[in-house]
């Protein structure tokens, strides 16, 4: 069974940094796209960046140049570095693997306020 566990989310203030990370098992990270979600309240959730497995990586519009998204095969580890934080970014993020099914972690809260 291919499971997915987020860490790292938490409060920040307008115009700071958080690491997201993304754990996986029972999946090869590597030959598979993953990607990272958000739902912010009352809202759809929203694709934010994917990295394929040959490396190849996309960006949501509204979070390109501050988003960064990687990934770290031999820890079976994708990441996403937030910066220059915005409080439209406020959602819970949710990373996402499309392997014998579609799956999904727990997601984890990400609030930017002052």
């Known amino acids: 069974q291919v499971q997915l566990v987020e860490s790292g989310g938490g409060l920040v203030q307008p115009g700071g940094s958080l690491t997201l990370s993304c754990a996986a098992s029972s999946v090869i990270l590597g030959l598979r796209t993953m990607s990272w979600y958000r739902q912010a309240p009352g809202k759809q959730r929203e694709l934010v960046a994917s990295i394929i497995s040959g490396g190849g990586k996309h960006y949501a519009d509204s979070v390109s140049g501050r988003f960064t998204i990687s990934r770290d095969n031999a820890k079976q580890t994708v990441y996403l570095q937030m910066n220059s934080l915005r409080v439209e970014d406020t959602a819970v993020y949710y990373c996402?693997?499309?392997?014998?099914?579609?799956?999904w972690g727990q997601g984890t809260q990400v609030t930017v306020s002052s």
């Open positions: 996402k693997v499309v392997a014998t099914g579609i799956y």
